[in-house]
Nanobody
Framework: QVQLVESGGGLVQAGGSLTLSCAAS????????MGWYRQAPGKQRELVAR???????NYAESVKGRFTISRDNAKNTVYLQMNSLKPEDTAIYYC?????????WGQGTQVTVSS
């Protein structure tokens, strides 16, 4: 399995930007599909963006055109560039790694967008 540590969260005004990072260790990072999920208070955890080992990505409709997921296999890190942030983007953001039956989650990082 892979261990994940997220960073980069914080408080930002609406319209601002943040970049989240998720550093992985413990396994062959490049073989994993990596994802960013988020969970707002009182809501279910939802997929924000996902990138496969081959570099293919997909996004939630609510973030398309604003967020970009990328990965650097040499650094064992996946990123989430978030632009044009909105108050409704406020949530705890979690990194996720999947390969076959192996599933790992990070501890989460808080993103708060003020209006």
């Amino acid at each position: 399995q892979v261990q994940l540590v997220e960073s980069g969260g914080g408080l930002v005004q609406a319209g601002g930007s943040l970049t989240l990072s998720c550093a992985a260790s413990g396994s062959i990072f490049s073989r994993y599909t990596m994802g960013w999920y988020r969970q707002a208070p009182g809501k279910q955890r939802e997929l924000v963006a996902r990138i496969t080992s081959g570099g293919n990505s997909n996004y939630a409709e609510s973030v398309k055109g604003r967020f970009t997921i990328s990965r650097d296999n040499a650094k064992n890190t996946v990123y989430l560039q978030m632009n044009s942030l909105k108050p409704e983007d406020t949530a705890i953001y979690y990194c996720n790694a999947v390969r076959g039956f192996n599933l790992s989650w990070g501890q989460g990082t808080q993103v708060t967008v003020s209006s």
